[in-house]
C-alpha cells in the first residue's frame, strides 16, 4: 500500500520519478489517447424500478464520537479516501522503460486528475486524506484489500477499476454503508449485485434508452423510423430493445428493423423524414450504410436524420461531403469543452503540475474528486442517502444516480452530440 498525502507529487520535464518504490511512481511522458473500459455483451437492462432515495437506519446507521463517525459498528474517519488504482508498480525492475509507463498510464493519469479535483475543494475548507494504493490488477489481491485497515475505515472507496477486481473486493469490503465508486468501468451495475455500488460511467443500454427517447421526441407525422442491424456485437449489445424503448416513449412512432442495406433502402419515405439508426460502429458497415444514404440523398424528397452508436465518435467522416445535412448524433458521457474557461483553467493547472495535456481519465478523476468530496463535506456519512437527490455537472461528466436496492447507484446522465463542420458538437 502507498500513502500519499494531499498534495501533488512535484515533477520535472516529461520524465517518470519513482520514489523508493515507498512513494508513488507517478508522471507521464505521453498525451495519452484514451477510450472507456467497454462493457461485456449482455442483453439485460438496469433494474426496471429505481428508488428515489434509499432507507436509512437513522439509530443505527451514524453516531458521531469526536473526530470519528461509528457506521453500523463500524469506526469511519470521515476525511479519509482511499484510491485503488491498477499502477502495477511490481512490474518495473530498475530502469523505467515505455511498457511500464503505459501499463501505469490508465491510474497515473485518474490519480493526477483526481489529486487536481481535491486541490481545488481544499481551498473550500474540505480536507481529506487520501490514501493512494496499488491495485495491481489482480483479483486475489483486491480480494485482501475489502479487510485493509487504510480501506476498510475510509468514508469511501474510488476504484478498483477492472470488473473482475471490482467485484472480487466488493465480496470482502463488509462496510455496505461506505460507497464503492467504480469510476470507469461501463459494465451494468446489476453484473455485480453489490448495493453500495457506484458505477460512473453509464451503461451501453443506458446509452441506448437515452438515445430511442430523444429519436422518439424527433419523430413527426408521416416520418419514418428505420433501425440498421448490421449482426456485429455492437448491434447486438446496442440494440437489444431499442424498437421497444422508441414506442414507449412515442406509441405513435413508426419504427422498422432491417438487416441489410437492400432493406433499408425498401423501407424510405419520401413524405417525412427517414430516422436512421445505426447500431454499428465498424467504419466499413457504416461507410456502407453512409453510401446507400449519399445515393437516396442526390434524389429529390429523400431527407434523413442520423444516429448511432457512442462509439461512432472513434470514426473520421471527413469524406463523407452530406454528413452535415444528415445531423448525426451520439449520446455520450465524455463532455469536455477545451473552449469553456473551468476546462482552460484545468488544463493549465494540470500542465503545470503534470507537465503533460491531461487525458479522458484525467477529466474524470478530477470531477469525481469534486462530486464526492463536496457531497462528504457537505453531509458527512450521511453523504449516502443524498446521492440521489444531488446532481453534478463537470468538466467532463454529469451524475444523475439512480438507485437500486440490488446493485447500487447507477449514473443515467448522458449528452447528446451532434457532428457538424467536422467534429462532434455538443448539443
Same mark, same amino acid.
Request: proline fraction near 3%; include cysteine.
Given at each position: 500500500? #502507498?500513502?500519499?498525502?494531499?498534495?501533488?507529487?512535484?515533477?520535472?520535464?516529461?520524465?517518470?520519478?519513482?520514489?523508493?518504490?515507498?512513494?508513488?511512481? &507517478?508522471?507521464?511522458?505521453?498525451?495519452?489517447?484514451?477510450?472507456?473500459?467497454?462493457?461485456?455483451?449482455?442483453?439485460?437492462?438496469?433494474?426496471?424500478?429505481?428508488?428515489?432515495?434509499?432507507?436509512?437506519?437513522?439509530?443505527?446507521?451514524?453516531?458521531?464520537? /469526536?473526530?470519528?463517525?461509528? !457506521?453500523? /459498528?463500524?469506526?469511519?474517519?470521515?476525511?479519509?479516501?482511499?484510491?485503488?488504482?491498477?499502477?502495477?508498480?511490481?512490474?518495473?525492475? /530498475?530502469?523505467?522503460?515505455?511498457?511500464?509507463?503505459?501499463?501505469?498510464?490508465?491510474?497515473?493519469?485518474?490519480?493526477?486528475?483526481?489529486?487536481?479535483?481535491? *486541490?481545488?475543494?481544499?481551498?473550500?475548507?474540505?480536507?481529506?486524506?487520501?490514501?493512494?494504493?496499488?491495485?495491481? *490488477?489482480?483479483?486475489?489481491?483486491?480480494?485482501?484489500?475489502?479487510?485493509?485497515?487504510?480501506?476498510?475505515?475510509?468514508?469511501?472507496?474510488?476504484?478498483?477499476?477492472?470488473?473482475?477486481?471490482?467485484?472480487?473486493?466488493?465480496?470482502?469490503?463488509?462496510?455496505?454503508?461506505?460507497?464503492?465508486?467504480?469510476?470507469?468501468?461501463?459494465?451494468?451495475?446489476?453484473?455485480?449485485? %453489490?448495493?453500495?455500488?457506484?458505477?460512473?460511467?453509464?451503461?451501453?443500454?443506458?446509452?441506448?434508452?437515452?438515445?430511442?427517447?430523444?429519436?422518439?421526441?424527433?419523430?413527426?407525422?408521416?416520418?419514418?423510423?428505420?433501425?440498421?442491424?448490421?449482426?456485429?456485437?455492437?448491434?447486438?449489445?446496442?440494440?437489444?430493445?431499442?424498437?421497444?424503448? #422508441?414506442?414507449?416513449?412515442?406509441?405513435?412512432?413508426?419504427?422498422?428493423?432491417?438487416?441489410?442495406?437492400?432493406?433499408?433502402?425498401?423501407?424510405?419515405?419520401?413524405?417525412?423524414?427517414?430516422? #436512421? #439508426?445505426?447500431?454499428?460502429?465498424?467504419?466499413? &458497415?457504416?461507410?456502407?450504410?453512409?453510401?446507400?444514404?449519399?445515393?437516396?440523398?442526390?434524389?429529390?424528397?429523400?431527407?434523413?436524420?442520423? +444516429?448511432?452508436?457512442?462509439?461512432?465518435?472513434? %470514426?473520421?467522416?471527413?469524406?463523407?461531403?452530406?454528413? *452535415?445535412?444528415?445531423?448525426?448524433?451520439?449520446?455520450?458521457?465524455?463532455? !469536455?469543452?477545451?473552449?469553456?474557461?473551468?476546462?482552460?483553467?484545468?488544463?493549465?493547472?494540470?500542465?503545470?503540475? +503534470?507537465?503533460?495535456?491531461?487525458?479522458?481519465?484525467?477529466?474524470?478523476? +478530477?470531477?469525481?474528486?469534486?462530486?464526492?468530496?463536496? &457531497?462528504?463535506?457537505? +453531509?458527512?456519512?450521511?453523504?449516502?442517502?443524498?446521492?440521489?437527490?444531488?446532481?453534478?455537472? /463537470?468538466?467532463?461528466?454529469?451524475?444523475?444516480?439512480?438507485?437500486?436496492?440490488?446493485?447500487?447507484?447507477?449514473?443515467?446522465?448522458?449528452?447528446?452530440?451532434?457532428?457538424?463542420?467536422?467534429?462532434?458538437?455538443?448539443?
Amino acid at each position: 500500500m #502507498i500513502s500519499v498525502q494531499n498534495h501533488p507529487l512535484q515533477l520535472s520535464g516529461n520524465k517518470i520519478w519513482v520514489a523508493a518504490l515507498v512513494a508513488l511512481c &507517478l508522471a507521464s511522458c505521453t498525451t495519452k489517447k484514451s477510450t472507456v473500459l467497454r462493457s461485456p455483451s449482455s442483453g439485460h437492462g438496469e433494474q426496471q424500478t429505481a428508488v428515489t432515495k434509499p432507507a436509512v437506519d437513522k439509530e443505527n446507521t451514524i453516531a458521531k464520537m /469526536g473526530d470519528t463517525q461509528h !457506521v453500523n /459498528g463500524y469506526a469511519v474517519k470521515n476525511n479519509r479516501i482511499a484510491l485503488l488504482l491498477p499502477f502495477e508498480l511490481g512490474g518495473i525492475a /530498475g530502469t523505467i522503460v515505455k511498457e511500464d509507463v503505459e501499463r501505469s498510464s490508465l491510474a497515473l493519469d485518474f490519480y493526477q486528475g483526481f489529486q487536481l479535483g481535491l *486541490d481545488k475543494i481544499a481551498k473550500e475548507g474540505a480536507l481529506f486524506d487520501l490514501q493512494v494504493i496499488d491495485s495491481r *490488477d489482480n483479483v486475489a489481491y483486491n480480494a485482501t484489500l475489502g479487510t485493509a485497515v487504510n480501506v476498510k475505515d475510509a468514508v469511501l472507496v474510488v476504484g478498483p477499476v477492472y470488473p473482475r477486481e471490482i467485484k472480487s473486493f466488493g465480496q470482502t469490503f463488509a462496510n455496505k454503508n461506505v460507497l464503492q465508486v467504480s469510476p470507469l468501468a461501463a459494465t451494468m451495475a446489476s453484473e455485480f449485485s %453489490l448495493p453500495n455500488l457506484v458505477s460512473i460511467t453509464p451503461s451501453i443500454r443506458t446509452h441506448a434508452e437515452t438515445l430511442a427517447k430523444y429519436v422518439a421526441e424527433q419523430y413527426y407525422s408521416g416520418d419514418q423510423i428505420v433501425i440498421y442491424d448490421a449482426g456485429d456485437d455492437d448491434s447486438k449489445q446496442f440494440l437489444v430493445n431499442f424498437a421497444n424503448e #422508441i414506442t414507449k416513449a412515442n406509441p405513435q412512432a413508426k419504427v422498422k428493423t432491417v438487416l441489410s442495406i437492400n432493406e433499408l433502402n425498401n423501407s424510405l419515405v419520401l413524405a417525412g423524414t427517414n430516422h #436512421i #439508426i445505426s447500431g454499428t460502429a465498424n467504419k466499413n &458497415l457504416v461507410k456502407g450504410l453512409l453510401d446507400a444514404m449519399d445515393e437516396r440523398f442526390l434524389n429529390p424528397g429523400n431527407q434523413f436524420k442520423l +444516429y448511432g452508436h457512442p462509439n461512432m465518435a472513434k %470514426l473520421s467522416f471527413e469524406n463523407f461531403e452530406n454528413m *452535415d445535412f444528415y445531423a448525426l448524433t451520439i449520446t455520450s458521457s465524455n463532455l !469536455v469543452d477545451e473552449t469553456d474557461g473551468d476546462t482552460k483553467k484545468f488544463i493549465g493547472n494540470y500542465k503545470a503540475a +503534470y507537465k503533460v495535456d491531461p487525458s479522458e481519465f484525467s477529466y474524470k478523476g +478530477y470531477d469525481a474528486a469534486l462530486y464526492f468530496g463536496r &457531497l462528504i463535506h457537505k +453531509y458527512g456519512v450521511d453523504y449516502v442517502s443524498r446521492m440521489t437527490q444531488e446532481k453534478f455537472s /463537470g468538466l467532463n461528466s454529469d451524475y444523475r444516480f439512480e438507485f437500486y436496492p440490488k446493485w447500487g447507484y447507477a449514473n443515467r446522465s448522458l449528452g447528446m452530440l451532434v457532428y457538424h463542420d467536422k467534429k462532434f458538437e455538443r448539443k
